[in-house]
């Protein structure tokens, strides 16, 4: 593959590169000066890491710390690792990086691997490995699901990858066309996309507005596959697009966005419901999930392809049958537009409603800050080790939002907003 300067590939436009690693930290972030920044990323993404380390040093960062992976190394793991390696998990450097939260650092991950790594893999070591992770990363993620500082999450058009959403075309046009993608999703294809982010935050704020309004007692969803009632929490609140962790920092976690979300009441969904988009998920491809839920708890799974390694994820623990978001996404949204298959949760939930395994947003309560882990328990948050979106929603989807004495409002009809904002 052909290259310029700082090893980007002469097929990914440099100028709308630096724009992202610019809105990852002034938008996703809004880095404060003096303040700490954790960065982990793929050694493919290495040419927007290091703009993103610029632009952070640039907008005052103390001291900006990048951990590396690589898809290599993570193979080499699966051939020539020893079994009983599968059950670890590297604690201290997740203990490491809760003490840095703790102290107030940001979090950025540089997401772009490929999505089928390990779908050659022995599935058990696939669920061992993920679940010794997960178990291990549970300090850091409880300051990141707890919102108490900011955090992003950004992508870079890594080659694999490419070649998975564009698999017939040769290496350097997919991972241009990839490219080009991501940037479209990410809103830097436009001169200004600082102030297109501003006016894409205030439109989802409307949408929050009006559900946080209504205070609906549940959601039902009904299309084919799908007859599935989500309670929701008690005390919950819909959040979408920027906003503000326990630190006092505004922030937009996920680059691109175009979901509204709240907390589930864990033990109140009833009903059956299918993906409408496979889900990727550690290198796994999990396609045409069907699950049965009673009482909250999921207690019948089924999928065309990754059933075991779905399996697998539902007995991670207690909580990874139950659900801890619930996301409205509007089917037009310009990530469902493109018509593209992304392989990639942070692109493919922007583009359809969606539902998320595992752990709840303590955020998305109002007074959430000062809620206690047993209070969120109480009013129906979700406690799990994982937090994992699969896709619900298309244009074959109605969803109603019902009222506590039962009455129902219209919230999307065939998969569109159903109230004109």
């Keep these: ?50 703009r993103i380390v610029e632009h952070a040093y640039k907008a005052g960062a103390g001291l900006v710390t990048p951990i590396f992976n690589d898809d290599e190394m993570t193979l080499a793991r699966y051939r020539f690792g020893a079994d009983a390696g599968f059950d670890r998990a590297a604690g201290w450097l997740y203990e490491g990086m809760a003490k840095a939260f703790s102290n107030n650092a940001a ?33 850091a993620l409880e300051k990141i699901t707890g919102f108490d500082i900011n955090w992003n999450i950004v992508a870079y058009p890594d080659l694999a990858w490419a070649k998975q959403v564009f698999p017939g075309e040769p290496d350097d046009v997919a991972v241009a066309k990839l490219a080009e993608a991501i940037f479209s999703a990410s809103r830097v294809d436009v001169e200004d996309p600082i102030g297109n982010w501003k006016a894409h935050n205030a439109a989802l704020a409307e949408r929050t507005k009006w559900l946080n309004e209504h205070n609906f007692h549940s959601l039902h969803f009904a299309g084919p596959g799908t007859d599935l009632t989500v309670g929701l929490a008690d005390g919950h609140e819909w959040m979408g697009g920027a906003s503000t962790a326990k630190n006092g920092i505004t922030c937009n976690p996920n680059i691109p966005t175009e979901e509204v979300f709240t907390t589930p009441h864990a033990r109140r969904v009833e009903g059956h419901v299918s993906s409408t988009k496979p889900l990727s ?57 493109s018509g593209l298959l992304f392989f990639n949760t942070l692109f493919d939930e922007n583009a359809a409603c969606h539902i998320a395994l595992g752990q709840c947003y303590s955020k998305c ?40 004495d039962g009455s129902r409002v219209p919230v999307m009809r065939k998969g569109e907003w159903a109230q004109g904002l």
């Excluded at 990852?24 to 290495?46: H, M, N, R």
């Excluded at 790594?117 to 061992?128: E, G, M, T």
């Excluded at 490995?129 to 300090?139: E, G, L, R, V």
Aim: proline content about 4%; hydrophobic content about 40%; aromatic content about 4%.
């Design 107 to 139: 979090r950025l991950a540089v997401r772009g691997e490929d999505p089928s790594l390990l779908s050659a893999q022995d599935p058990a070591k696939v669920a061992r490995a993920n679940k010794a992770n997960s178990m291990a990363y549970q300090p």
């Design 1 to 50: 593959m052909t290259t310029h300067s700082r090893g980007v590939s002469a097929t990914i436009d440099p100028v709308k590169l630096d724009r992202l690693a610019e809105v990852a930290i002034k938008v996703g972030l809004q880095l404060q000066p003096g303040q700490d920044l954790v960065l982990t990323s793929s050694i493919a993404a290495l040419p927007l890491t290091r």
């Design 281 to 337: 998920y550690q290198g796994t491809l999990i396609d045409d999930i069907s699950v049965r839920f009673e009482e909250g708890r999921i207690v019948d799974a089924k999928a065309s392809k990754g059933e075991d390694v779905l399996k697998k994820v539902l007995d991670t623990d207690e909580g990874a049958r139950r659900l801890g978001e619930v996301a409205l996404v509007p089917h037009s949204s310009p990530i469902s537009a």
């Design 365 to 404: 309560f109002v007074d959430g800050a000062s809620l206690s882990q047993d209070e969120i328990a109480a009013r129906g948050g979700n406690k799990s080790f994982i937090h994992i979106d699969w896709m619900i929603g298309s244009d074959k989807i109605d969803i109603e939002g019902v009222a506590r």
